[in-house]
């Protein structure tokens, strides 16, 4: 026996967002559409997602733990507080995404584009954000705890209350770290020694400059 399709364990408050993914469910075919729909209260956990169009939908603390959301567009989506553990986001596009505040723990955003998102509190522990690009990245209050970078844009906001105990990897800079005396910006062997100090260790990768050959 064939074992059943997915369902979602809730469906959206909203009656339109609600009736787009009923929809979707009944031809999986194509890619989601949900571009400024409403998802609240919606329990999406373990659903294939992938290409979906989830441009500025609200998420908010919508279940979606283990989801496959591989090339989905989630630009300008309210993420606040939604569960994301676990969740296939490679080559995923969270630019102007709100992620306050989610739980990202163990998944994979190899790939993933990061540009001018809010991240505050956001945990990521055990995250694998290899080779994504994450610019104007806010993550103060964030847990970065045991997370896997690699070869990352990491033009990112932290402070003091930023784990980032077990975090490896290498990284382009530069960090801005906000404390009592305002932003300061660290580069290189600064970033380095921030993230050391903490119990992370990850390497800068300097920028390439091109080499003039002698005359």
Request: charge should be negative; glycine fraction near 12%.
């Amino acid at each position: 026996m064939e074992p059943a399709p997915w369902q979602p364990t809730a469906f959206p408050a909203d009656p339109a967002a609600a009736h787009q993914l009923r929809e979707w469910l009944g031809d999986t075919s194509y890619a989601l559409y949900g571009v400024g729909h409403d998802f609240r209260g919606a329990g999406l956990a373990n659903g294939d997602f992938s290409g979906a169009w989830l441009n500025e939908a609200v998420l908010t603390g919508v279940e979606l733990g283990s989801a496959c959301l591989y090339r989905a567009d989630l630009s300008g989506a309210d993420l606040t507080g939604a569960n994301l553990a676990g969740a296939d986001l490679v080559r995923a596009k969270l630019d102007r995404a709100v992620l306050r505040s989610a739980r990202l723990d163990r998944a994979d955003m190899v790939k993933a584009s990061l540009h001018d998102v809010d991240a505050s509190g956001a945990s990521l522990r055990g995250t694998r954000i290899m080779g994504a690009s994450l610019y104007d990245v806010d993550l103060r209050g964030a847990d970065l705890t045991d997370a896997v970078l690699f070869q990352n844009t990491f033009k990112v906001t932290v402070d003091d209350t930023t784990l980032v105990r077990g975090l490896t990897g290498t990284v382009f800079g530069p960090v801005t770290v906000v404390g009592d005396e305002g932003p300061r910006q660290l580069t290189g062997p600064g970033i380095e020694a921030w993230i050391a100090e903490r119990g992370g260790q990850v390497r800068v990768i300097e920028p390439h400059h091109t080499r003039r050959t002698p005359a």
